[in-house]
């Protein structure tokens, strides 16, 4: 059996290859080193603006927000080509990917003429303040506080893993308000402006690479802001926290399935190299053995998304979509532990590259920096207590 869009949906796919082999910068462009997930040269702004112009940056909102009303298969269609091609929309990707969708959801009128459009457009970048030092996975912990005094809030606490936090203009931070109600009532969402008085951030480098800073403390001391700031409701922020998540979740398992993939490629093409016995690893059972189990999981993978996909369009639960950021975060990290191995002293040459990323390295580098793709959107160990309490039915311990 073979799956396959309708001619309709495959002329959405054909116009968009057009647009992309026209406009898409060079290739070159996005193999240079990355600052930040914040920091956006000027030709990301330009191809980021350049998308908005022509309804290609978030297809399913409306042409006035960058879109084109594109109906949810065409939406699964776009978000195939460009991750197939390994070709980011923004430089900024928690600014368009979680902040963005936020502030159309939540945002009053004046608060989105102020900082949407110009969040499509790449002409401002934002961090996101979630994580604290004791408050990871469990967000509803959070102890930064912010105190209303008349017409502005005043907030005291510190944020820490705050992507890009030193490039960013601005910051979606979730803040307590209210510390005497049940810890997921009383939080509230705060734009801050990262250039205010009392806010520091101090970034840090990765173990993987050690001249690239994206993570940051960010400290916040009696910095000031403005009432107008406040996103959503007061101390209702807890349902931002799980829409925000939502975006951050919704199209993971498409990033996956094609990262699986083309890992699964780049193993196979190591068939031909000198193994450490001497002989090509193509020669090794074992070597065969792991792309054959591989093949089987990163198939898996993708059809899994595709059935929780089609349950979605027809109104049905699906519960795969709780399985598949697990499956691919974990599936990814086990490919390249596996090449590593097979590569042995070689995983550490940075010439022989894995998988396209933003930033390349070798095999041992980025099998390094797959741990980090089992944090965002929820741990491995809170997708295990989501899948056991949602999907199985299990009692919590």
């Not at 049940?182 to 008085?197: A, E, F, N, R, T």
């Not at 690893?281 to 089609?310: C, K, N, P």
């Not at 933003?358 to 929820?378: K, L």
Request: proline share 7%; net charge negative; aromatic share 10%.
């Amino acid at each position: 059996m073979r799956l396959r869009y309708g001619a309709d949906e495959e002329a959405f796919r054909a116009e968009l290859v057009d647009w992309i082999e026209e406009h898409a910068p060079p290739r070159e462009r996005f193999d240079e080193p990355k600052l930040s997930s914040a920091w956006m040269p000027d030709w990301a702004r330009e191809w980021q603006r350049t998308l908005f112009d022509a309804g290609w940056l978030v297809p399913g909102w409306p042409p006035e927000l960058g879109g084109r009303n594109a109906s949810p298969t065409e939406q699964m269609i776009y978000f195939e080509e460009f991750t197939s091609r390994g070709l980011p929309r923004s430089y900024n990707p928690q600014g368009l990917g979680i902040i963005a969708p936020s502030l159309r959801d939540y945002g009053t009128p004046e608060q989105q003429e102020r900082w949407l459009l110009p969040t499509l457009r790449a002409e401002i970048a934002w961090s996101l303040g979630m994580s604290e030092p004791g408050s990871g996975s469990d967000l509803a912990s959070l102890k930064t506080r912010a105190v209303l005094d008349g017409d502005h809030f005043v907030v005291n606490g510190q944020k820490v893993w705050t992507s890009g936090a030193h490039h960013s203009d601005w910051n979606m931070c979730f803040v307590r308000t209210d510390p005497n109600v049940p810890k997921h009532k009383g939080i509230s969402v705060l734009i801050i402006d990262m250039k205010s008085p009392g806010v520091e951030a101090r970034p840090f480098a990765e173990l993987s690479e050690p001249d690239y800073f994206d993570f940051n403390e960010v400290f916040f001391t009696d910095v000031i802001v403005p009432k107008e700031h406040l996103l959503g409701e007061l101390n209702q922020g807890w349902a931002l926290t799980q829409g925000s998540l939502a975006h951050e979740r919704a199209m993971l398992w498409i990033d996956y399935a094609y990262l699986a993939r083309g890992t699964w490629l780049a193993m196979v093409a190591l068939g031909d190299r000198i193994g450490p016995d001497g002989r090509p690893l193509r020669e090794d059972a074992r070597f065969r053995d792991e792309i054959a189990s591989f093949f089987v999981d990163s198939q898996a993978l993708m059809l899994m998304g595709y059935r929780g996909f089609a349950k979605h369009m027809k109104g049905k639960a699906s519960p795969e979509h709780s399985l598949l950021k697990l499956f691919g975060s974990e599936t990814v990290q086990k490919l390249l532990l596996a090449a590593a191995e097979e590569l042995g002293p070689d995983a550490l040459d940075k010439t022989v590259y894995g998988p396209p990323t933003w930033r390349r390295g070798s095999w041992m580098i980025q099998w390094m920096r797959s741990f980090s793709g089992t944090i965002p959107g929820g741990t491995s160990e809170i997708q295990r207590n989501i899948v056991a309490e949602r999907v199985l039915g299990l009692p919590r311990a």
